[in-house]
């Protein structure tokens, strides 16, 4: 085993690596972009190395400053997580220049599965089946466009380069396909350097069923069981487990000796993912029924979500990866694999699910990470941590074993319902509302199944009672601490014989505004929600806690609360908030937004940015005739592009934004003021 070894990533990855480490007594090294120095895997490790700016090129993808930092500190390997420098050929052949130990499988067998066209020839060849498809490399939009005819509609863009779903689109009629392939190169060049692209048979209603593979350099591969990720939002996983429901025996034997295949065929060493896609009926999925499976691509790194494989398997795949790189054997052969129960995972995203899932980011004002039976939390975050635009939103992943499925969704519901995160919009709700629903519980999934109906898992009602605390949490701020000396003199505006209300302006972001009503003092009031009828409020502190004790209308439940900014950059004091059972909101008191942000429908007004990000696209000029829907400007953030549109027919005033500008959440980028320039 290695002396010292370095980890070249950041967030939860970074700290699951470490912990590892830590357990095997092998000294860690941590590396840092200047947004992270605070961050938790800095403290985590033994030592750790600054490596530039914030700006991932500059710094976790800055491959002379990573192989600097373990040349300094003596590491004998570097493990590189997901992500940034995972699957880069030239970095690992920089490591092996160096005489470092890259914790990966070879340069060859990166780039033969890297790029996406020539792992489906190499696979292909040795008997795994493949989507039918472009096959040739450095395809013209023209080329591209004469693949789309010979395969048909519907059919699936997708970066050769890249993974994690960035640059992938589906194309469903021949007026999308121009606008498809810009935005995929762009996206593709963005995120991996390349904009290279190939196409796909878009395969209807389907599973996404991955295997587990390991292999040493003594010549075995075994693979480790499989694992469903079919519930994902735009291309990316958001739960996955293992097993899967849908796999017998036979079909797992199948897969796995697939994957296996698909390994050997590029001389893999190392922990590697291969990727396939099952055709599943809408109705029961039933892969015995058709037994048809294809091989999507394999990931030449650890995955995201590693860690419900290790949970059934009771392997530490960290572990695994770091034997293998020093030159072990691997300690079983595929006979000793046991699949032990079942295992779910979730992933945490800074996100707001009702606005399509857009990134978010602030400060972590309060944070509770749930524990319990059968529960693993993998969190890259702290108390008081930034999360900023500049990588992946993800922050955490939740992960719950049990003897059975239901016992583990039980287990896991449980665990985000426990979970506390304050201070940014995230997607635990969603998350708990996904899994409640009843063809999640039952298995019915495939990979369009949150496109067709997370409508109804975004989409909530603002829940009164949280108002109501909200109100309950104003009074306690304005009345005095202990007992009212002068009976006369009571905070909420109301005196005997004459009561009267003191009256809030509730605003949480994605709903309108409400006018919440309270008379009496906190241990014993009347609130009044909007057009609600009135209803009792008694609140206290709890003992010890920010929190708050609320009954409201006969019913006690318990509300984290803490106050601070919505967003960087925004008033310390500016958003109380307030979460139970999972979910949080930022409640703000103040009137509704001002009226340009408020404009009618049809009325034009300013374009706001969505997200805080770049804008990598200005496709207008200031003066110019737009009309509704045109395209003004692209904005990216996390690498997610977000692209804005003209509300009304009108031209272009106050643009505010040039390709390269960084801009805030709600940002004015531009203005359409309705009408025509002669007008």
Not at 204 to 228: F, K, W, Y
């Amino acid at each position: 085993m290695f002396d010292t070894v370095l980890v070249a990533n950041r967030g939860e990855i970074a700290v699951r690596v470490l912990r590892t480490l830590w357990r095997l007594g092998v000294r860690s090294v941590a590396v840092y972009s200047d947004a992270d120095a605070d961050a938790p895997h800095v403290a985590l490790a033994d030592v750790a190395v600054r490596i530039g700016p914030a700006p991932a090129a500059q710094s976790y993808l800055s491959i002379p400053a990573v192989i600097e930092a373990a040349r300094s500190t003596g590491a004998q390997a570097i493990h590189p997580g997901y992500g940034f420098l995972s699957e880069n050929t030239a970095f690992a052949a920089a490591c092996d220049e160096a005489g470092i130990t890259f914790v990966g499988p070879p340069a060859s067998a990166i780039e033969a599965m890297g790029d996406k066209i020539r792992a489906k020839q190499t696979v292909a060849k040795a008997g795994v089946p493949v989507v039918p498809g472009s096959d040739g490399a450095g395809l013209s939009d023209d080329d591209l466009t004469a693949a789309v005819e010979q395969i048909g509609y519907p059919v699936l863009l997708k970066p050769s380069a890249g993974g994690g779903g960035k640059g992938m689109h589906e194309v469903h009629r021949p007026d999308q396909l121009a606008d498809a392939i810009a935005t995929a190169r762009r996206e593709a060049r963005g995120s991996f350097g390349d904009d290279t692209l190939l196409v796909e048979r878009l395969v209807s209603t389907p599973r996404h069923i991955e295997i587990q593979v390991m292999a040493d350099t003594h010549g075995n591969v075994i693979h480790l069981g499989e694992r469903e990720c079919s519930l994902q939002r735009r291309h990316q996983k958001i739960v996955e487990e293992a097993p899967s429901a849908l796999l017998g025996e036979t079909q797992r034997a199948a897969m796995g000796a697939a994957a296996v295949e698909a390994a050997r065929a590029v001389g893999y060493t190392g922990a590697g993912t291969v990727e396939f896609i099952v055709e599943g009926d809408r109705a029961d999925g039933d892969l015995a029924s058709n037994g048809a499976f294809y091989f999507m691509e394999m990931n030449t790194r650890l995955q995201v979500e590693h860690p419900v494989t290790e949970m059934v398997t009771g392997l530490d795949l960290v572990e695994l990866q770091l034997r293998v790189a020093a030159g072990e054997p691997l300690p079983i052969g595929q006979e000793d694999v046991r699949l032990t129960g079942h295992a779910v995972e979730a992933r945490v995203y800074a996100e707001d699910p009702a606005s399509g899932f857009l990134p978010t980011g602030g400060r972590i004002l309060a944070l509770h990470e749930p524990q319990g039976p059968g529960v693993r939390v993998d969190s890259g975050v702290a108390e008081g941590f930034v999360v900023g635009s500049d990588y992946d939103p993800m922050l955490a992943k939740v992960i719950a074993h049990g003897s059975d499925r239901a016992e583990a969704l039980r287990r896991l519901d449980a665990a985000l319902r426990d979970t506390v995160l304050l201070g940014l919009d995230t997607n635990v709700g969603f998350l708990r509302a996904l899994l409640a629903d009843d063809d999640v519980r039952a298995a019915r999934l495939d990979t369009g199944l949150v496109g067709r109906r997370g409508t109804a898992w975004t989409t909530s009602e603002l829940p009164a009672d949280v108002l109501a605390a909200t109100a309950a949490h104003a009074m306690l701020a304005l009345e005095p601490a202990g007992p009212v000396v002068d009976p006369f003199d009571v905070p909420g505006g109301w005196r005997v014989g004459d009561p009267a209300w003191t009256t809030w302006q509730m605003l949480v972001s994605g709903h309108e505004p409400v006018v919440v009503r309270v008379r009496g003092r906190a241990a014993a009031a009347e609130c009044v929600v909007g057009d609600d009828p009135p209803v009792g409020l008694r609140a206290r502190r709890a003992p010890g806690s920010p929190d708050l004790e609320v009954t409201v209308d006969g019913v006690t439940r318990r509300y984290h609360c803490v106050v601070g900014g919505a967003r960087p950059g925004a008033p310390a004091d500016s958003t109380l908030w307030i979460g139970r059972d999972g979910l949080a909101w930022g409640v703000r008191e103040q009137a509704p937004l001002d009226a340009a942000a408020m404009a009618d429908e049809g009325a034009g007004g300013p374009v706001l940015s969505p997200m805080p990000g770049t804008v990598t696209v200005v496709e207008v000029t200031e003066g110019q005739q737009v009309r509704a829907g045109q395209r003004l400007v692209v904005v990216e953030a996390m690498k997610m592009e977000h692209v804005l549109t003209a509300p009304v027919d009108g031209v272009v005033r106050e643009l505010r934004v040039r390709t390269g500008t960084t801009v805030a959440r709600d940002a004015a980028l531009l203005i359409v003021e309705p009408g025509t320039e002669e007008e």
